[in-house]
């Protein structure tokens, strides 16, 4: 512990340096300037950046690019509570109960506790990296295909068991998600699948175009044409802080957000989208008013933007002490510093401690200084809103359109767009949480390699998951909260027949 | 105006939201489970690339016919507003027009167009403001994204 907080000292030497405090707030303001750009998110800021930090030292770039990391994690929350459309994937969740908080006139409240909940996970979470980074990264490197196949079902069967509304048509969605994915290049037999002809689709659907369509387009073909357009909303200034009841209410779900983003981001894959995910379905089980969410629970924005906070320093554990990247924006983030001459991973930490250090302890200040810029920043965001409807919907659109196109220069992307926002629009009409899908979308490469690798892992025996005891506790697990799910669902039905039957007698 | 019973009632003889949206989810299933055969199916124990596809258009199918069966209790169809349709119709229109002139006409010339029918068309705002406002628009996206951010934006006639 002494020497932590010694090699600590150390990195706090490295990273309050003028030259390097400078370069983490470059970092941390272009970060929040990509994010709340939509479309442009962490990954696509990073990749483009990456060729501006050649010149400097490894230190200094590897700050800013990690400034621009945690930056546009939390300017995506901005475009997804004042707009409805997510930045990426990650911030999908906070469209649903931030809009709707941004609707209600409480967009500055939203936009504060999602820089308080990002700053809190966000710090807290840099001291489980510094602490439990060995631990944790061996922890993580013990899954599998069939521990990562586990998982990944599991974590479909939580979202389902979780919601608080039809578990049939939540888990329909999830699977209508999952098909979504389906569509592109078989990774095991390099089949075309559902791609007619449409060579870009050989990648399948890019999660940017169905987020952005699924809710930002959606939105504006819904509400658009309404008699009663969306009131401008004209915020006061002791409006745009939470109230003391809104703080007690994030409380809890920003702890909790931080502790599971923190131990999902550790684990492969886009772990900050399914934290985001997990995170809300968690918090809208232990509330004690389900039904506030998706019309403006502080929860619903509190628990995902902290989640996906944490994960954005859970991701940094395996790729510095292991030099596996959990993701893509890591794997980005491991390529610049192999560029910069410097190889992650366990020799790391002891051949170049003031680099490790100094990259610990300037995730604190850039956190700190992520939250000093944004505070005051929302006051001028949430302006935004004051924009004339029939102005801010066409500028929305032209983002959407922009930011889509932006990803992959596919104009393919802008047609995905557009047909996920008339799904989107005919879902929203027909009761159905969208949300799913986006996870769907998601998890599905990843599923399907999971199953398939471990199908050939087994020589085809499906016993495979349950004889390895992480992917055995995982699915019973996940079987154990569908079979409870199955008992509210009968009790349910024999409550609506009860009712049903109440009422034909007395109507005879 | 009818009772609450008796509209459930009557939803129960009726088109109900559930059953028609199980309807098509269960549609787009059989869909999907037909677009499948052109894959190998493989077996159980090595899954080729139409086994996962159609393990989830069959749940799909199964969910799709669990909610048009339970959903004989829910509203009817009628009682979704489709007021907005028109509006809906001109964005879409719009958006298809971006997305079909972005690379044919450069990304300024399309903005420009599909923000001016926007406002001039849909929105029936004065021709100056929505012209000032299109140009404005088109022309300071491409600048921040094109110019300095590096994202490549399509140019199309004369540069435009």
Known sequence: MLETLHNLAVGFSVALSPSVLLYAFVGCVIGTLVGVLPGVGPLAGISLLLPATFGMDATRAIVMLAGIYYGAMYGGSTTSILMRIPGEAASVMTCIDGYAMARKGRAGAALAIAAVGSYVAGTVSVVGLMLLAPPLAAFALRFGPPEYFALLLFGLLVLAYMSAGSMVKSLAMAVLGLLLGMVGIDQMSGYFRFAYGVVELGDGLGVVPVAVGLFGLAEILATAGQAVQPKVIEPKLRELLPSRAEWREAAGPIGRGTVLGFLVGIIPGSAHIISSFVSYALEKKLSRRPQEFGHGAVAGVAGPESANNAATSGAFVPMLALGVPSGPIPAVMLAAMMVHGVSPGPLLIRQQPELFWGFVASMYVGNLVLLILNLPLVGIFVNLLRVPYPYLYPAILTFSILGVYAVNGSVVDVWIMLGMGVLGYVLRKLSFETAPIVLGVVLAPMIELALRQSLAMSDGHYGIFFQRPIAATLLVVGLGMMLLSLRTFIRRGLDWRARMALAEKGES | ?160
């Open chain 2, 1 to 160: 105006m009818p009772s609450a019973s008796s509209g459930s009632h009557k939803a129960g003889r009726t088109l109900t939201v559930d059953r028609v949206a199980g309807g098509g989810l269960a549609v787009f299933a059989v869909f999907v489970l037909w677009q499948s055969r052109a894959l190998p199916l493989g077996s159980l124990a090595n899954p080729g690339p139409a086994y996962m596809p159609m393990a989830l258009a069959t749940l799909l199918l199964a969910a799709g016919l669990a909610i048009a069966i339970l959903g004989r209790d829910t509203p009817g169809v009628g009682s979704l507003g489709f007021g907005e349709w028109r509006h809906a119709v001109a964005i879409f229109g719009a958006c298809a027009f971006a997305a079909l002139g972005l690379e044919r006409l450069g990304y300024r010339l399309t903005i420009f167009l599909a923000l001016l029918f926007l406002l001039g068309v849909v929105e029936r705002k004065r021709p100056v403001v929505g012209v000032v406002f299109a140009v404005g628009f088109a022309a300071g996206t491409y600048f921040l994204f094109d110019t300095l951010l590096r994202v490549q934006l399509p140019r199309g006639p004369f540069g435009l």
